[in-house]
Nanobody, 127 residues
Framework: QVQVVESGGGLVKAGDSLRLSCEVSGRSFGSVDMGWFRQAPGKEREYVVAIRRNGFINYSADFVKGRFTISRDNAKNTVFLQMNSLKPEDTAAYFC????????????????????WGQGTQVTVSS
């Protein structure tokens, strides 16, 4: 059974940085596309950024460009989300998701593309 576990969230001040981690177990990590999404209270879940199994980084949402960076360490079965210059509007639960279905042209910004989701890690940014 594939499991996805996020960590690294917390309470920070505006302008601070955080690095989220997402560890995958139960499947060869090198065969998995990984995505980060977030959901703020009362809002829809939204796409942040994704990275394909071949290491190609999918486009990131406009609101994080230049601030957030995704990376993966296949040896550790882990994907990271480095978040810099955090803003209060970045406050949300952050989720990572794993996708191993075939298809190199899948739209990784769509949550329905993913087979397994983590429970989320809360990021709170104070002003």
């Amino acid at each position: 059974q594939v499991q996805v576990v996020e960590s690294g969230g917390g309470l920070v001040k505006a302008g601070d940085s955080l690095r989220l981690s997402c560890e995958v177990s139960g499947r060869s990590f090198g065969s998995v596309d990984m995505g980060w999404f977030r959901q703020a209270p009362g809002k829809e879940r939204e796409y942040v950024v994704a990275i394909r199994r071949n290491g190609f980084i999918n486009y990131s949402a406009d609101f994080v460009k230049g601030r957030f960076t995704i990376s993966r360490d296949n040896a550790k079965n882990t994907v990271f989300l480095q978040m810099n210059s955090l803003k209060p509007e970045d406050t949300a639960a952050y989720f990572c998701a794993a996708r191993w279905a075939p298809g190199v042209n899948s739209d990784l910004s769509r949550g329905t593309e993913y087979q397994v989701w983590g429970q989320g890690t809360q990021v709170t940014v104070s002003s």
